[in-house]
Protein backbone atom coordinates (compact mmCIF):
# COMPACT_ATOMS: atom_id res chain seq x y z
CA UNK A 1 0.00 0.00 0.00
CA UNK A 2 1.39 3.60 -1.07
CA UNK A 3 0.37 6.75 0.69
CA UNK A 4 1.09 10.15 -1.21
CA UNK A 5 2.24 12.67 0.43
CA UNK A 6 1.71 16.03 0.09
CA UNK A 7 4.89 19.09 0.11
CA UNK A 8 4.10 21.97 1.57
CA UNK A 9 6.69 23.89 -0.83
CA UNK A 10 4.14 22.41 -3.99
CA UNK A 11 1.35 24.27 -2.20
CA UNK A 12 3.09 27.15 -1.65
CA UNK A 13 3.81 27.23 -5.14
CA UNK A 14 0.20 27.01 -6.32
CA UNK A 15 -0.86 29.39 -4.44
CA UNK A 16 1.99 32.07 -5.22
CA UNK A 17 0.88 31.34 -9.11
CA UNK A 18 -2.72 31.63 -8.12
CA UNK A 19 -2.01 34.94 -5.96
CA UNK A 20 -0.23 36.34 -9.14
CA UNK A 21 -2.82 35.34 -11.83
CA UNK A 22 -5.19 37.17 -9.63
CA UNK A 23 -3.30 40.35 -9.33
CA UNK A 24 -2.66 39.78 -13.54
CA UNK A 25 -6.14 40.02 -13.73
CA UNK A 26 -6.64 42.86 -11.49
CA UNK A 27 -4.19 44.95 -13.00
CA UNK A 28 -5.58 44.28 -16.84
CA UNK A 29 -8.99 44.97 -15.78
CA UNK A 30 -8.31 48.21 -14.16
CA UNK A 31 -6.20 49.06 -16.88
CA UNK A 32 -8.99 48.70 -19.35
CA UNK A 33 -11.58 50.44 -17.04
CA UNK A 34 -9.52 53.38 -16.57
CA UNK A 35 -8.69 53.06 -20.55
CA UNK A 36 -12.04 52.98 -21.21
CA UNK A 37 -12.82 55.88 -18.96
CA UNK A 38 -9.97 58.56 -20.06
CA UNK A 39 -11.14 57.40 -24.12
CA UNK A 40 -14.68 58.44 -23.48
CA UNK A 41 -14.22 61.20 -21.31
CA UNK A 42 -11.80 62.92 -24.03
CA UNK A 43 -14.71 64.00 -25.86
CA UNK A 44 -15.91 66.47 -22.82
CA UNK A 45 -12.26 67.31 -22.10
CA UNK A 46 -10.79 68.17 -25.53
CA UNK A 47 -13.71 71.58 -25.87
CA UNK A 48 -12.19 72.44 -22.36
CA UNK A 49 -8.41 72.12 -23.95
CA UNK A 50 -9.38 73.70 -27.07
CA UNK A 51 -10.92 76.90 -24.60
CA UNK A 52 -7.72 77.31 -23.06
CA UNK A 53 -5.38 77.21 -25.54
CA UNK A 54 -7.22 80.20 -27.74
CA UNK A 55 -7.54 82.24 -24.92
CA UNK A 56 -3.42 82.33 -24.52
CA UNK A 57 -2.81 82.04 -28.09
CA UNK A 58 -5.44 83.44 -30.65
CA UNK A 59 -4.74 86.63 -32.06
CA UNK A 60 -7.46 89.26 -33.30
CA UNK A 61 -9.82 87.76 -35.96
CA UNK A 62 -7.55 84.38 -35.83
CA UNK A 63 -6.83 81.14 -34.61
CA UNK A 64 -4.14 79.05 -35.09
CA UNK A 65 -5.72 75.67 -35.74
CA UNK A 66 -2.10 74.04 -35.93
CA UNK A 67 -0.85 75.58 -32.66
CA UNK A 68 -4.30 74.44 -31.05
CA UNK A 69 -4.59 70.82 -32.56
CA UNK A 70 -0.26 70.63 -31.30
CA UNK A 71 -1.43 71.84 -26.98
CA UNK A 72 -4.90 69.76 -27.69
CA UNK A 73 -2.80 66.42 -28.15
CA UNK A 74 0.10 66.99 -25.76
CA UNK A 75 -2.36 68.03 -22.78
CA UNK A 76 -4.56 64.84 -24.07
CA UNK A 77 -1.92 62.00 -23.87
CA UNK A 78 -0.92 63.61 -20.54
CA UNK A 79 -4.27 63.26 -18.97
CA UNK A 80 -4.46 59.56 -20.70
CA UNK A 81 -0.78 58.72 -18.88
CA UNK A 82 -2.14 60.41 -15.34
CA UNK A 83 -5.04 58.33 -15.12
CA UNK A 84 -3.27 55.28 -16.17
CA UNK A 85 -0.33 56.14 -13.71
CA UNK A 86 -3.11 56.39 -11.12
CA UNK A 87 -5.00 52.94 -12.26
CA UNK A 88 -1.40 50.87 -12.29
CA UNK A 89 0.09 52.81 -9.30
CA UNK A 90 -0.93 51.67 -5.32
CA UNK A 91 2.59 53.16 -3.66
CA UNK A 92 1.89 57.04 -2.72
CA UNK A 93 5.59 57.89 -3.64
CA UNK A 94 5.89 55.91 -6.71
CA UNK A 95 2.51 57.83 -8.06
CA UNK A 96 3.42 61.26 -6.41
CA UNK A 97 7.13 60.79 -8.92
CA UNK A 98 5.15 60.07 -11.66
CA UNK A 99 2.56 62.73 -11.93
CA UNK A 100 5.34 65.26 -11.50
CA UNK A 101 7.40 63.63 -14.34
CA UNK A 102 3.95 63.90 -16.40
CA UNK A 103 3.36 67.19 -15.48
CA UNK A 104 7.17 68.37 -16.04
CA UNK A 105 6.82 66.73 -19.49
CA UNK A 106 3.88 68.11 -20.73
CA UNK A 107 5.48 71.05 -20.01
CA UNK A 108 8.72 70.85 -21.73
CA UNK A 109 6.33 69.84 -24.76
CA UNK A 110 4.21 72.52 -24.52
CA UNK A 111 6.81 74.82 -24.15
CA UNK A 112 8.63 73.74 -27.53
CA UNK A 113 5.69 73.76 -29.81
CA UNK A 114 3.40 76.00 -28.56
CA UNK A 115 5.29 78.16 -26.36
CA UNK A 116 6.25 80.57 -28.88
CA UNK A 117 2.59 81.33 -29.85
CA UNK A 118 1.62 81.88 -26.14
CA UNK A 119 0.73 85.49 -24.82
CA UNK A 120 -1.72 86.55 -22.12
CA UNK A 121 -3.25 89.64 -24.36
CA UNK A 122 -6.79 87.99 -24.33
CA UNK A 123 -6.89 89.08 -20.69
CA UNK A 124 -6.32 92.32 -20.91
CA UNK A 125 -10.04 92.72 -19.91
CA UNK A 126 -9.30 91.88 -16.60
CA UNK A 127 -7.37 95.22 -15.33
CA UNK A 128 -8.78 97.37 -18.67
CA UNK A 129 -12.29 98.04 -18.57
CA UNK A 130 -12.84 99.19 -21.96
CA UNK A 131 -11.13 96.19 -23.97
CA UNK A 132 -14.50 94.80 -24.89
CA UNK A 133 -16.04 97.92 -25.97
CA UNK A 134 -13.10 98.96 -28.38
CA UNK A 135 -13.02 95.77 -30.05
CA UNK A 136 -16.86 95.89 -30.30
CA UNK A 137 -16.71 99.25 -31.83
CA UNK A 138 -13.98 97.61 -34.15
CA UNK A 139 -16.86 95.18 -34.92
CA UNK A 140 -19.60 97.40 -35.94
CA UNK A 141 -21.30 96.44 -32.41
CA UNK A 142 -24.10 98.74 -31.62
CA UNK A 143 -25.52 97.68 -28.28
CA UNK A 144 -24.98 100.20 -25.32
CA UNK A 145 -21.49 99.36 -23.66
CA UNK A 146 -20.65 96.61 -21.59
CA UNK A 147 -19.97 96.95 -17.71
CA UNK A 148 -16.25 95.33 -16.72
CA UNK A 149 -16.47 91.96 -16.12
CA UNK A 150 -15.55 92.65 -12.79
CA UNK A 151 -19.06 94.03 -11.74
CA UNK A 152 -20.96 90.68 -13.71
CA UNK A 153 -18.23 88.63 -11.65
CA UNK A 154 -19.54 90.34 -8.55
CA UNK A 155 -23.27 89.78 -9.31
CA UNK A 156 -21.84 86.21 -10.04
CA UNK A 157 -21.12 85.80 -6.71
CA UNK A 158 -23.71 87.39 -4.81
CA UNK A 159 -26.21 85.20 -6.77
CA UNK A 160 -24.31 81.84 -5.80
CA UNK A 161 -23.14 82.74 -2.23
CA UNK A 162 -26.89 83.34 -1.64
CA UNK A 163 -28.08 80.63 -3.31
CA UNK A 164 -25.40 78.47 -1.25
CA UNK A 165 -26.33 80.06 2.42
CA UNK A 166 -29.89 79.42 2.08
CA UNK A 167 -30.45 76.24 0.64
CA UNK A 168 -27.48 74.57 3.36
CA UNK A 169 -29.04 76.48 6.30
CA UNK A 170 -32.52 75.13 5.33
CA UNK A 171 -32.07 71.93 3.49
CA UNK A 172 -30.15 71.15 6.55
CA UNK A 173 -32.75 71.67 9.19
CA UNK A 174 -35.49 70.33 6.88
CA UNK A 175 -33.45 67.15 6.55
CA UNK A 176 -33.28 66.74 10.09
CA UNK A 177 -36.81 67.24 11.12
CA UNK A 178 -37.72 64.48 8.17
CA UNK A 179 -35.23 62.30 9.61
CA UNK A 180 -35.74 62.50 12.71
CA UNK A 181 -39.61 62.92 13.30
CA UNK A 182 -42.35 60.81 12.09
CA UNK A 183 -45.73 63.33 11.26
CA UNK A 184 -48.64 62.31 9.02
CA UNK A 185 -47.93 62.75 5.61
CA UNK A 186 -43.99 62.11 6.07
CA UNK A 187 -43.94 59.88 3.11
CA UNK A 188 -46.16 61.97 1.04
CA UNK A 189 -43.95 64.78 1.59
CA UNK A 190 -40.95 62.86 0.22
CA UNK A 191 -42.41 61.63 -2.93
CA UNK A 192 -43.61 65.55 -3.46
CA UNK A 193 -40.03 66.57 -3.00
CA UNK A 194 -38.89 64.33 -6.26
CA UNK A 195 -41.56 65.10 -8.31
CA UNK A 196 -40.96 68.32 -7.75
CA UNK A 197 -36.92 67.71 -8.83
CA UNK A 198 -38.33 66.28 -11.76
CA UNK A 199 -40.58 68.83 -13.91
CA UNK A 200 -38.30 70.65 -16.01
CA UNK A 201 -37.90 74.42 -14.93
CA UNK A 202 -38.44 75.80 -18.06
CA UNK A 203 -42.02 75.42 -17.96
CA UNK A 204 -41.70 77.71 -15.13
CA UNK A 205 -40.96 80.94 -17.02
CA UNK A 206 -43.44 82.47 -17.81
CA UNK A 207 -45.35 82.09 -14.13
CA UNK A 208 -42.19 83.11 -12.05
CA UNK A 209 -41.64 86.12 -14.71
CA UNK A 210 -45.63 86.65 -13.87
CA UNK A 211 -44.94 86.37 -9.97
CA UNK A 212 -41.85 88.38 -10.26
CA UNK A 213 -43.07 91.87 -12.02
CA UNK A 214 -46.48 91.60 -9.65
CA UNK A 215 -44.35 91.97 -6.72
CA UNK A 216 -42.19 94.56 -8.68
CA UNK A 217 -38.86 92.05 -8.32
CA UNK A 218 -37.70 91.99 -11.73
CA UNK A 219 -34.01 93.02 -12.30
CA UNK A 220 -33.26 91.91 -8.65
CA UNK A 221 -30.35 89.45 -8.59
CA UNK A 222 -31.59 88.79 -5.02
CA UNK A 223 -35.53 87.68 -6.23
CA UNK A 224 -33.53 85.72 -8.87
CA UNK A 225 -31.47 83.92 -6.72
CA UNK A 226 -35.01 83.19 -5.01
CA UNK A 227 -36.18 81.65 -7.44
CA UNK A 228 -33.50 79.33 -7.99
CA UNK A 229 -33.40 78.48 -4.11
CA UNK A 230 -36.83 76.78 -4.14
CA UNK A 231 -36.17 75.03 -7.00
CA UNK A 232 -32.27 73.45 -5.58
CA UNK A 233 -34.11 72.90 -1.94
CA UNK A 234 -36.12 69.79 -2.61
CA UNK A 235 -33.16 67.39 -3.89
CA UNK A 236 -30.97 69.09 -1.30
CA UNK A 237 -33.36 68.08 1.19
CA UNK A 238 -33.64 64.53 0.00
CA UNK A 239 -29.66 64.33 -0.01
CA UNK A 240 -29.76 65.97 3.34
CA UNK A 241 -31.93 63.45 4.67
CA UNK A 242 -30.12 60.28 3.72
CA UNK A 243 -27.21 62.00 5.27
CA UNK A 244 -29.25 62.50 9.41
CA UNK A 245 -30.31 58.35 8.37
CA UNK A 246 -26.65 57.68 8.39
CA UNK A 247 -25.92 59.25 11.79
CA UNK A 248 -27.21 56.62 14.88
CA UNK A 249 -30.48 57.80 17.14
CA UNK A 250 -28.15 56.04 19.60
CA UNK A 251 -25.63 58.45 19.65
CA UNK A 252 -28.31 61.58 19.62
CA UNK A 253 -29.72 59.63 22.63
CA UNK A 254 -26.66 59.09 24.23
CA UNK A 255 -26.18 63.45 24.80
CA UNK A 256 -29.47 64.01 25.87
CA UNK A 257 -29.70 61.65 28.66
CA UNK A 258 -26.17 62.63 29.79
CA UNK A 259 -28.43 66.65 30.19
CA UNK A 260 -27.74 67.87 26.87
CA UNK A 261 -31.00 69.14 25.08
CA UNK A 262 -31.65 68.58 21.91
CA UNK A 263 -30.76 71.61 20.37
CA UNK A 264 -26.76 70.67 21.85
CA UNK A 265 -27.45 67.33 20.92
CA UNK A 266 -28.23 69.17 16.77
CA UNK A 267 -25.26 70.84 17.02
CA UNK A 268 -22.70 69.30 19.00
CA UNK A 269 -23.07 65.56 18.15
CA UNK A 270 -25.25 65.44 14.87
CA UNK A 271 -24.33 68.02 12.71
CA UNK A 272 -20.54 67.27 12.80
CA UNK A 273 -21.36 63.86 11.87
CA UNK A 274 -23.13 65.45 8.22
CA UNK A 275 -20.71 67.83 7.01
CA UNK A 276 -19.74 65.69 4.14
CA UNK A 277 -23.73 66.26 3.18
CA UNK A 278 -23.77 70.05 4.09
CA UNK A 279 -20.50 70.62 2.17
CA UNK A 280 -21.01 68.25 -1.21
CA UNK A 281 -24.75 70.51 -1.60
CA UNK A 282 -23.12 73.84 -1.31
CA UNK A 283 -20.83 73.07 -3.87
CA UNK A 284 -23.72 71.58 -6.15
CA UNK A 285 -25.65 75.09 -4.71
CA UNK A 286 -22.93 77.29 -5.77
CA UNK A 287 -21.71 75.60 -9.17
CA UNK A 288 -26.01 75.97 -10.21
CA UNK A 289 -25.96 79.09 -8.87
CA UNK A 290 -22.61 80.50 -10.65
CA UNK A 291 -23.71 78.63 -14.16
CA UNK A 292 -27.67 79.84 -13.82
CA UNK A 293 -28.27 81.73 -17.21
CA UNK A 294 -32.03 81.32 -18.20
CA UNK A 295 -33.72 83.03 -15.57
CA UNK A 296 -31.41 85.80 -15.25
CA UNK A 297 -31.52 86.02 -19.12
CA UNK A 298 -35.37 86.42 -18.88
CA UNK A 299 -35.76 88.56 -15.76
CA UNK A 300 -32.32 90.51 -15.71
CA UNK A 301 -32.25 93.61 -17.41
CA UNK A 302 -30.05 96.36 -16.54
CA UNK A 303 -26.14 95.72 -17.73
CA UNK A 304 -24.83 96.67 -13.84
CA UNK A 305 -27.10 93.74 -12.94
CA UNK A 306 -24.96 91.21 -14.87
CA UNK A 307 -23.92 88.11 -13.49
CA UNK A 308 -20.91 86.37 -16.03
CA UNK A 309 -23.38 83.80 -17.77
CA UNK A 310 -25.05 86.69 -19.70
CA UNK A 311 -21.61 88.69 -19.66
CA UNK A 312 -20.09 85.39 -21.35
CA UNK A 313 -23.14 85.66 -23.91
CA UNK A 314 -23.06 88.92 -24.93
CA UNK A 315 -19.34 88.89 -25.22
CA UNK A 316 -19.63 86.35 -27.66
CA UNK A 317 -22.28 87.61 -29.37
CA UNK A 318 -20.96 90.95 -29.88
CA UNK A 319 -17.09 90.47 -30.76
CA UNK A 320 -16.75 85.99 -31.85
CA UNK A 321 -16.03 86.78 -35.32
CA UNK A 322 -13.69 89.89 -34.81
CA UNK A 323 -11.40 88.06 -31.41
CA UNK A 324 -12.10 84.39 -30.51
CA UNK A 325 -9.00 85.03 -27.58
CA UNK A 326 -11.00 87.36 -25.50
CA UNK A 327 -14.36 85.19 -25.53
CA UNK A 328 -12.38 81.87 -24.55
CA UNK A 329 -10.21 84.10 -22.19
CA UNK A 330 -13.74 85.10 -20.46
CA UNK A 331 -14.68 81.63 -20.73
CA UNK A 332 -11.89 80.67 -18.92
CA UNK A 333 -12.21 83.18 -16.12
CA UNK A 334 -16.20 82.04 -15.59
CA UNK A 335 -15.27 78.30 -15.40
CA UNK A 336 -12.49 78.60 -13.13
CA UNK A 337 -13.61 79.15 -10.06
CA UNK A 338 -16.27 75.94 -10.36
CA UNK A 339 -12.64 74.26 -11.80
CA UNK A 340 -11.29 75.24 -7.99
CA UNK A 341 -14.14 74.37 -5.99
CA UNK A 342 -14.02 70.94 -7.25
CA UNK A 343 -10.58 70.37 -7.14
CA UNK A 344 -10.50 71.22 -3.77
CA UNK A 345 -14.01 69.67 -1.99
CA UNK A 346 -13.79 66.66 -4.69
CA UNK A 347 -13.90 64.28 -1.94
CA UNK A 348 -17.21 65.73 -0.23
CA UNK A 349 -19.00 65.37 -3.53
CA UNK A 350 -18.37 61.31 -3.76
CA UNK A 351 -19.51 60.96 -0.05
CA UNK A 352 -22.84 61.90 -1.39
CA UNK A 353 -24.90 58.35 -1.91
CA UNK A 354 -28.80 58.25 -1.33
CA UNK A 355 -29.30 54.69 -2.66
CA UNK A 356 -30.66 52.77 0.42
CA UNK A 357 -31.84 55.35 2.73
CA UNK A 358 -35.27 55.42 5.02
CA UNK A 359 -38.31 56.51 3.55
Given at each position: ????????????????????????????????????????????????????????????????????????????????????????????????????????????????????????????????????????????????????????????????????????????????????????????????????????????????????????????????????????????????????????????????????????????????????????IAVFAFIRGWEEYIFVFTMIFEKSNWVMSLYLFFVADDIMGTDYGIVAAVAVLYVSVPFIMYIFLQKYLLQMTIGGIKG
Open positions: MTTTSYAPADDAAQWDRLAARSRRRKTFSTFGLYTFLVLASLPILIPYFWMLTIAISATRGTTETFVLWRAVVILSIATIAFFLLRSLTTNKKTFRVGAIAIVATALVALAITVGPAVHIGNFGFLWNPNMVEDLRGYAGATLQQFPWVWVAFKNSLIFALSLTVVVVITATMAGYYISRFSFYGRSGFLRTLLALHAFPTLTLIVPIFLILKTLGWLDSILAVAMVRMSLELPFSIFIMKGFFDGVPWEIEMSAMTDGASRRTAFFRVVLPQVTGGMIA
